[in-house]
């Protein structure tokens, strides 16, 4: 049976580097040699985005690794100006995306779109303001232009390069990263975008269903052909105390963020183990009790590579020797 394999990254923002050397770490096991090489659909939500369009674009595992530990500290710079201008981080985001996008555009290449990858992705992202894609709609007669406010909102936007009436095969790779690493209050918007993950930061039902997308112009799998490994970038044992919360704004702020961010993941893992059953496996190690690793804690790469090179791999072996290669 024909079947279509489907790595799907986590986002986690710096703790994308426990991704990778877990991908490293299967990638080393003389049975599963050549797996990561096979997978046909790459899905990655924030930081798992990166990573997903960095090994569609042919980029090593080892090069990826090193945008994390060697550029990171550029990437999440935060001068005193900065916090100036930002009076503290009250207003304004905590870091400027003008590095992360040097850095996408020298890995990604300037000019390389989502088309040119030689594999399908699918990229959550989520669009603030559609407007521009109605204007698109009246411009080819199928919306009146009276009609536009009416029809004027915020809504998900998944970037694939799935051929088809919806493709966005045009889409310049670097951009679309940077999109969907705009995480809030950690970077600006971009293009009019938030990163994904604040409804799918466990990429994995998303990229299902993409690939049963009836405006898709390829054959679609069947279900029982899906074979889906889900990867996390490190899990903190989080909770917020209190059975009584009155908070307003200010309080909720960062710690909504990361509910959003981290929360969703588990909806998820529950909807693809139930449509795939043993077809799908979620690798998510989870840091030990009082371990927290922030999106943005650069000076702690080392200490994330440590605990992943640890991870206990065997059911993750076991399921792509089963149902992988």
């Not at 690939?211 to 899990?235: F, M, Y």
Request: charged residues 25%; negative net charge.
């Amino acid at each position: 049976m024909a079947k279509t394999r489907i790595l799907a990254l986590d986002g986690g923002g710096i703790r994308g580097v426990v991704s990778i050397v877990l991908l490293e770490r299967l990638s080393a096991v003389p049975a599963l040699a050549g797996w990561l090489a096979r997978a046909q659909v790459l899905a990655g939500a924030s930081t798992g985005a990166l990573i997903a369009l960095g090994l569609a674009r042919g980029l090593s595992l080892a090069t990826l690794r090193s945008l994390y530990e060697t550029r990171g500290r550029a990437i999440f710079d935060d001068s005193f100006l900065d916090d100036l201008i930002d009076v503290g981080k009250i207003v304004g985001a905590d870091y400027d995306s003008r590095r992360l996008q040097r850095e996408l555009r020298a890995a990604f290449g300037e000019t390389t779109t989502l088309g040119e990858l030689g594999r399908r992705v699918v990229v959550p992202t989520f669009d603030l303001d559609n407007r521009e894609d109605l204007e698109r709609e009246v411009a080819a007669g199928r919306l009146a232009a009276a009609d536009l406010e009416a029809h004027r909102t915020w809504k998900p936007k998944v970037f694939h390069n799935f051929p088809g009436a919806d493709s966005d095969r045009d889409a310049l790779a670097w951009r679309v990263g940077t999109a969907a690493t705009a995480a809030p209050t950690f970077f600006p918007t971009f293009d009019g975008y938030i990163d994904g993950g604040v409804y799918a930061n466990n990429p994995s039902l998303i990229a299902v269903v993409q690939t049963q997308d009836q405006r898709n112009a390829e054959p679609r799998p069947r279900l029982d052909e899906l074979v889906v490994l889900s990867v996390g970038t490190g899990a903190s044992l989080s909770y917020v105390r209190g059975q009584r919360l009155d908070w307003g704004y200010a309080q909720w702020a960062r710690p909504l963020v990361e509910v959003m961010l981290e929360g969703v993941s588990g909806i998820a893992d529950y909807q693809c183990g139930k449509l795939l059953g043993g077809r799908y496996h979620r690798l998510a190690p989870v840091f030990p009790p009082g371990v927290r690793m922030p999106l943005d804690a650069v000076a702690r790469v080392p200490e994330m590579v440590a605990f992943a090179e640890a991870v206990d791999l065997t059911a993750a072996t076991e399921f792509l020797e089963r149902e992988w290669t």
